[in-house]
């Protein structure tokens, strides 16, 4: 059976070429900002590379825009943030496991940070509990973090609550790193907002939202799951009312209510200076994160 990280990779080189590859790792190569650095060699041009970045002299002689690519003097830290709870094993937007494109969406980024020679961390847990596995290099310590989030999330954990990871990262995690934040739909709150300014005080942060299933096409199409399956939610296992939601009223109400809940938690995210980003699944996740740091890279 494939390792969680070679499926990453087998998902890396189907949904980008070889260009897209380097616009990727030109676009995280952006996020830290006043790095020390030593010049290594020259690379063509890719949209997305500083313009301040290009050796003109080089150019001149090549015919073509080249780049300066440098090395880091001093490894950067990359803290992946996820939540482990119950929330995360259920199904998301694209009818796949929450947790399966939590994994993709952590170890394509983890695998950049890995091939900039960057360090890589992992905090995780449910409302109950949070572990933290310290920063390491290489490609078998990465596979050992994505294992841990693969085997911790599941429908017998306790409920999720992810700002018990964050506050553990507020409390223990000293001086800047990257922290990249994989979560379902957290509800905004003034706890909350309070908590993630003083993150990004510290901190720089990207976040990337798992789309919870949408229940409500079923009242669109008139289809409604099986009767002889119970349905429950997976945040306190109750029965969930199928047959109430037939009602166009109800279809409506439920619309409203979760576009209103999506509006806040990004307009939170965005008032603290959280660069954030949505996913329904893991045919997203190459496309979405590339779009994130881009978004994150102009907005520094």
Not at 78 to 92: K, P, Q, S, W
Not at 112 to 124: F, I, T, W, Y
Not at 183 to 201: G, N, S, T, Y
Not at 238 to 245: D, F, I, K, S, T
Request: proline residues 3%; aromatic residues 6%; contains cysteine.
């Amino acid at each position: 059976m494939a390792g969680l990280l070679q499926r990453v990779k087998s998902k890396m080189a189907i949904f980008a070429h070889r260009k897209a590859r380097g616009m990727l790792d030109g676009e995280y190569g952006s996020v830290f900002k006043g790095r020390s650095l030593d010049f290594d060699d020259l690379r063509g041009y890719v949209p997305g590379d500083e313009v301040r970045d290009i050796d003109w002299k080089a150019t001149a002689r090549h015919g073509s825009p080249l780049i300066r690519r440098y090395a880091a003097v001093r490894r950067q830290t990359v803290l992946l943030v996820t939540d482990t709870g119950r929330n995360m094993a259920a199904e998301a937007r694209s009818g796949e496991a929450k947790k399966d494109i939590a994994v993709l969406a952590l170890g394509v980024l983890g695998y950049l940070a890995h091939r900039h020679g960057d360090l890589v961390g992992l905090v995780c847990g449910d409302s109950t509990a949070t572990r933290s596995l310290p920063a390491k290099g290489g490609e078998a310590h990465l596979e050992r973090l994505l294992g841990h989030v693969d085997s911790h999330t599941s429908l017998d954990a306790a409920p999720s609550r992810i700002q018990e990871q964050l506050e553990y990262t507020a409390r223990t995690i000293k001086g800047r790193h990257l922290l990249f934040v994989v979560a379902d739909e957290i509800a905004a709150d003034d706890a909350m907002a309070q908590l993630l300014r003083r993150l990004r005080a510290q901190h720089e942060i990207l976040w990337l939202t798992v789309r919870d299933a949408d229940l409500a096409p079923y009242p669109l199409t008139g289809q409604v799951p099986s009767a002889e399956v119970d349905y429950c939610s997976v945040a306190d296992s109750a029965l969930l009312p199928w047959q109430p939601a037939a009602s166009a009223a109800v279809k409506a109400a439920y619309t409203r209510a979760t576009a209103e809940r999506d509006a806040a938690r990004r307009a939170m995210l965005r008032a603290a200076g959280i660069t954030e980003g949505e996913v329904a699944g893991s045919g997203d996740v190459i496309t979405g994160l590339f779009a994130l740091l881009e978004r994150h890279r102009r907005a520094g």
